[in-house]
């Protein structure tokens, strides 16, 4: 059975397209920060009190400034025309329940605000996608995505006519944020055979997506990270 990404769910807009560009230890799973060594620096009385981590979403213009550009890098990436206004609605997932499950519950799935940008690095790609909204709820998607993630080693999505059958492994994912995943998704496409890499971070109440080139991926993950929490 096939359910219908009428809308593009969470953080898998990019990684629809990341796949469709490309088809020519610890685990990384979703845990708490790691909590201050007993040796952390404490704020004396003098000390400016930290100011408290903001809960109400980020506006769009605020996501776009915290995204990465061709300037943060280098001069041999391109930067792809936006689809925050044109969304493709004729994209399905089937074999895997949990994923059809997912694909019926995105409306309720999206957050208040988001901006997203595809870079081209030669023949391969990724995508970055910040997300806000109450850290609660973005939680909770993050933790269900990560969720139909694990219950699927194999989907298919199609896209228009075309199939592309994918199998994925959890991936090793850096200490970042508040609560994180990441996986590995392998295909065969018109191409031949292809990986994709795909990595959530949550920090307070942003987001990050990344999806492409493992490669670039695990490249550009902390310069991304550390942009989109600068505040």
């Given amino acids: 059975m096939h ?16 796949l469709l560009a490309t088809s020519g230890c610890t685990t990384g799973s979703v845990g708490a920060a790691p909590a201050a060594g007993s040796g952390e620096r404490t704020a004396a009385p003098a000390d400016r009190p930290a100011a408290p981590a903001p809960t109400k979403p980020a506006r769009v213009a605020e996501l776009r400034r915290l995204l990465l550009t061709t300037d943060d890098l280098g001069g041999d990436y391109t930067a792809q025309p936006s689809k925050d206004d044109a969304k493709d609605d004729d994209e399905a997932v089937s074999g895997c329940p949990a994923m059809e499950r997912l694909a019926t519950r995105m409306p309720g799935l999206q ?3 988001q901006a997203e940008v595809q870079f081209m690095y030669g023949s391969s790609g990724f995508g970055e996608e910040l997300d806000s909204d109450s850290p609660a709820k973005l939680s909770a998607t993050l933790r269900e995505m990560r969720d139909a993630f694990r219950a699927c080693p194999s989907y298919t999505v199609t896209s228009g006519t075309t199939p592309l059958p994918i199998t994925l492994a959890e991936a090793v994912v850096p200490e970042l944020g508040d609560e994180r995943y990441a996986f590995t998704l392998k295909f065969v496409g018109p191409g ?8 959530a971070v949550r920090k307070g109440n ?3 997506h990344m999806s492409g080139s493992p490669g670039l991926v695990d490249k550009h993950l902390k310069k991304a990270y550390e942009k989109a929490t600068a505040g």
């Fill in 3 to 18: 359910r219908r990404l009428t809308t593009p769910p969470w953080g898998l807009s990019i990684l629809v397209g990341a």
């Fill in 111 to 113: 957050p208040v605000n």
């Fill in 192 to 199: 031949g055979a292809s990986e994709v890499k795909q990595i």
């Fill in 206 to 208: 942003i987001l990050l």
